[in-house]
């Protein structure tokens, strides 16, 4: 059976004690925050534009005020009083085998869970919240994408999402850091694994190790320059967590720990986390209230880290050396949801001839498209290609050729945009850039270095 | 005109109370505890949901429909002002014609006829539409155009209070409890993105 039949299995067989145990758990996924935002829309469609999809394919399905009543009409029915009495007035419907498919229709299809439409809406709706609750709703009663599924069962199955085992991983690991001491000229440049104690614990998405090697080479190749004393970890090295997309706190909390015991494991003071959106808001935001436990360390995103390394003097680039127009990518995991918004600017412009900001940018930036699983349904990429026209579009009007994505995710969707609409553009990391525009690529003496030893 | 009066004091207070039910409801749901470490202040994200966070220059919606974001402001202002205009009745001052008052009832009159003809000339809006965004507009409008004739004329008292006591009887069913459930939303709003630092939000 296909992944989209079984789906459509799952939907034609749901039975009334299955819409009621759903009804359920949306109940309980549900805050005070949460039953205000379902109680708040006045429809009045300004966030209509907000949204990529909507602005690419005009259906009244893809507005978010739309996605939201889907998931209110259920609310009011329910749970209120004048929805119960006069539903045909409010719009409120019950709970039963359509609305879950215009659910599945809404969180899965139309949304990339990105945000925009929360920071856009007159009211102060966060919708993208609302809708993550109904996909977690859908995914504890069995009706995800089987595809998406899968990305999560492999991560909590080998302890990372593409099933890389301990072997190929350290191999790589090695690999590269010997590519490495040949490109900086240093036979003494590491990529120590599970170094006890080191100061920071430096994640990876493992689509760097199996598919984009040099990324993490410039990572490495950073840390070396700053003089770090880091470590990646043998297992639990993973960043990414499918737990978000799926929105099962069960799935989030599980796949998160990998990295809270690597932490514990090795007893390092910084997690840092690679350049992948969604693995930071994961780590940094939700695996706290996942796992209903205040981190005993510091967890950061690998910007803020190299921007630090910046700040202290550790890192010099020259910005001669990467002369091609150049914009900036927002992933919006890593600044909207993730709040890191400056640190990627800072370090551009000082590492870039010609840095140009996409319009809009920073928190209003668009959604490539990918995000929030996207990429992993397969069913739905038709429409994922057509809502990253926004993206793309974006990327035209800077005229850049060079495109930076702090994100794999996002990258994976851009090179993909890239073909679709003949951008003829590259992209890179940050890590990447940095990396390319060191002029001392040889880690600085303690003396040297102006930092105090953080051990 | 005296039981109209206390008519329309006790569909207020029922509306108030209906209101405070619903809230408290919400509010019900229960807040849970937080556990990742701030980056930013909810404070100061909440401080920016009631403020900066309101023009119209602070976000993409309201900057590119600044004909929708006018008709709003001027609706809202004329209810506040059609309000504000029958407390003062019911505690029996009658205030004489002026600009003050009636400028911002009629163009509250106006607005809301103009959010009227949007939602219903534009094919997304009225898709989006149920039967409680009519009837809301309408007594609401309806509400407000009387209020600004009774400043014209005592006369239209009688059909104010009623249009009062219509709509107070209205408010807590449809969608004009946002009148509550802005401000709740709105904080919340706030204290999450404050917390992450998106809020205040940098252009
Ligand atoms: S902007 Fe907010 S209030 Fe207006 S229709 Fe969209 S979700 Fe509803
Ligand atoms: S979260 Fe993003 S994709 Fe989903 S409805 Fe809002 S703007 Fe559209």
Redesign the interface.
């Known amino acids: 059976m296909s992944e989209i039949d079984a789906l459509e299995a799952r939907l034609a067989a749901l039975t009334d004690e299955d819409l009621s145990r759903g009804l359920d758990l949306f109940r309980a996924k549900l805050g005070g925050a949460e039953a205000a935002y379902l109680q708040t829309c006045v429809r009045c469609g300004l966030c209509a534009d907000a949204c990529h999809y909507h602005r690419t394919d005009g259906e009244l399905a893809s507005i978010p005020a739309h996605k939201l009543a889907q998931v209110a009409a259920v609310f009011r029915a329910h749970y209120t009083a004048a929805g119960r009495l006069a539903p045909g007035l409010t719009g409120a419907r019950r709970f039963d085998r359509d609305m879950v498919r215009a659910w599945v229709d809404a969180v899965f299809g139309r949304c990339s869970l990105c945000g925009r439409c929360s920071l856009n809406c007159t009211t102060g709706i966060h919708i993208s919240a609302v809708l993550r609750a109904a996909r977690g709703t859908l995914t504890e009663m069995g009706l995800i994408p089987p595809d998406l599924l899968q990305v999560v069962a492999t991560s909590l199955e080998t302890g990372n999402n593409m099933g890389i085992s301990r072997e190929d991983w350290l191999e790589t690991v090695q690999w590269i850091e010997e590519e490495m001491q040949q490109d900086v000229g240093d036979p003494a440049a590491r990529i120590p694994v599970d170094k006890q104690g080191a100061r920071v614990l430096f994640t990876v998405n493992p689509r760097e190790p199996k598919f984009f090697p040099l990324c993490l080479q410039a990572s490495a190749t950073v840390f070396h320059a700053a003089g770090e004393d880091w470590t990646v970890a043998s297992e639990g090295w993973d960043l990414t967590n499918y737990g978000l997309f799926s929105a099962s706190p069960a799935h989030g909390g599980a796949i998160a720990a990998n990295l809270m015991a690597s932490m514990d494991r090795l007893g390092c003071g910084t997690l840092v986390i690679g350049e992948c959106g969604h693995g930071f808001a994961a780590a940094r935001w939700e695996a706290a209230e996942w796992l209903q436990k205040r981190p005993g360390f510091r967890i950061v995103s690998f910007l803020e880290l190299m921007e630090e390394y910046f700040q202290q003097g550790r890192l010099h680039v020259d910005p001669a050396k990467i002369t091609e127009r150049a914009t900036l990518h927002d992933p919006c995991n890593t600044v909207r949801h993730g709040g890191i918004v400056e640190p990627q600017r800072a370090i551009l412009r000082r590492c870039l001839a010609d840095f140009v900001e996409m319009t809009p940018n920073r928190a209003e930036n668009f959604c490539c498209g990918g995000g929030g699983g996207q990429l992993s349904m397969s069913r739905y990429r038709q429409k994922r290609l057509q809502s990253g026209g926004v993206k793309a579009e974006q990327i035209r009007r800077t005229g850049a050729r060079l495109v930076v994505a702090p994100c794999h995710n996002c990258i994976d969707q851009l090179m993909e945009l890239n073909r679709e609409y003949k951008l003829g553009v590259v992209i890179k990391t940050v890590a990447e850039v940095v990396a390319e525009a060191l002029v001392r690529t040889t880690a600085p003496s303690r003396e040297e270095s102006h930092v105090p030893d953080a051990r | 005109m005296e039981a109209l009066r206390i008519g329309v004091g006790i569909c207020g207070l029922g509306a108030v109370v209906a209101l405070a039910v ?1 809230a408290a ?8 505890p ?4 701030a ?2 202040s909810a404070t100061r994200g909440v401080l920016y ?1 009631f403020g900066p966070g309101m023009s119209p220059l602070a ?4 900057r ?2 600044p004909w ?1 974001y006018a008709l ?1 402001v001027a609706y809202h202002l004329g209810v506040f002002a059609a309000f504000g205009y029958l407390l003062l009745l019911l505690l029996g001052v009658d205030v004489a014609p002026t600009a003050a008052l009636g400028v911002p009832l009629l163009a509250g009159a106006l607005g809301g006829l103009g959010l009227f003809v949007r939602r219903y000339a ?1 094919a ?2 009225r ?7 009519a ?1 809301a507009n309408l007594l609401t409008t309806g509400f407000v155009a009387l209020a600004a004739a009774r400043l014209r004329s005592p006369a239209a008292e009688p059909a104010l209070l009623a249009a009062a006591m219509l709509l107070l009887c209205y408010v ?4 004009i ?2 009148c509550v ?2 401000f ?3 904080r ?3 204290r ?2 404050g917390r ?3 809020f205040p ?3």
């Open positions: 619903q409801r919400a509010s019900a749901f229960g807040i849970r937080l556990h990742a470490p980056a930013g949901a976000k993409e919606s309201t590119t429909h929708a709003g534009s997304p809006l898709g989006l539409s149920v039967p409680d965004d009837i807590p069913l449809g969608k409890r946002h459930f802005f709740l939303s709105r919340h709003l706030g999450h993105f992450r630092g998106t939000v940098r252009h």
